[in-house]
């Protein structure tokens, strides 16, 4: 459903999602030029004392580093063009649909629940949109040139990353899976705290005249902590993974230079080299890691798209 919905919506902003395609392209390939141009100045330059060679690639890296910080920032730009004028588009949907439903459609969701639909659901969807423009989209891109640039370095070293990234992707598939269900959960108890809220509202007058405030108050604070708590269960997952990401990248850095240090002890490789070969490996990671957020987005965003298009498919 949820590629269905973004599918449906999403057509009036092809040209702000080529634009962002284009743009975050131009970044990455950018941002993997920087590395090999440091490794040059390192060997090249610094290690045979050539100033002139270190200035002039130390031009280029600025123009290079000036390049891929427009890129990005026009890309997150149009990214969020996009994403709000995708959400926008979602929300009149929805709200001309409910204008046609009858009291039996509306008996059937709820009126708490459709608010929360239009709003809180819409915003999931909005900013899953939003996020995979300006990051998610860049992440394979940097992640497979990561992985080519490396290998371009030194190929001796290649076995470390196939471990960091098969170790943080199993890690993360895992968090993911037992995510989901309490994402799911997490909107009922939105829907719930709402009927709450909007009926203490709408009968106020009743409330106090049967003094009733105290019930009403026990009603809400029971609501209240229910969605506190799955709120402390799903914390307590990301809680374990950004650590664990951190673990990760940290032990990866340290095999690096322990391995890559016997590399050049032995004058297979050059610091130069070894420098980038760090440098990508960290981009490769980061990668990982940026998916990782989408991927924490996306199964609430998947639960968010079935609960609006079951709104849009219901017919009076």
Known sequence: ??????GRYIRPYRGEIIAVLILQL?????????????????????????????????????????TQAVSQVAAVYFAARAAMGFGRDIRAGIFDRTLSFSAREVNQFGA????????????QVQMLVLMTGAIMVSAPMMM?????????????????IVVAVVLLGSVVGVLVFKMTPLFQENQRKIDNLNQVVREQITGIRVIRAFNREPLERERFSGANDALMRLGYSIGALFAV??????????????SVMWFGGLRVDAAEMQI???????????QILMSVLMAT?????????AVCADRIMEVLNTES
């Open 144 to 160: 497979i040139g990561g992985v080519i640039m490396a290998l371009r370095e030194d190929a001796g070293l290649s076995w470390l």
């Open 1 to 6: 459903m949820l590629i269905k919905l973004i």
């Open 26 to 66: 131009i970044a990455a390939v950018a941002s993997l030029l920087l590395p090999s141009l440091n490794a040059r100045i390192i060997d090249d330059g610094v290690a045979k004392g050539d100033t002139a060679f270190i200035l002039s690639h130390g031009a280029i890296m600025l123009a290079v580093a000036l």
């Open 112 to 123: 708490p629940s459709l608010i929360t639909r239009t709003t809180n659901d819409v915003q």
């Open 241 to 254: 993974l950004f650590p664990f990401v951190m673990l990760v990248m940290n032990l990866g850095s340290v």
């Open 293 to 301: 957020m989408m991927a924490m987005l996306a199964p609430r965003a």
């Open 272 to 282: 130069g080299q070894l420098t980038a070969f760090l440098t990508y490996l960290m």
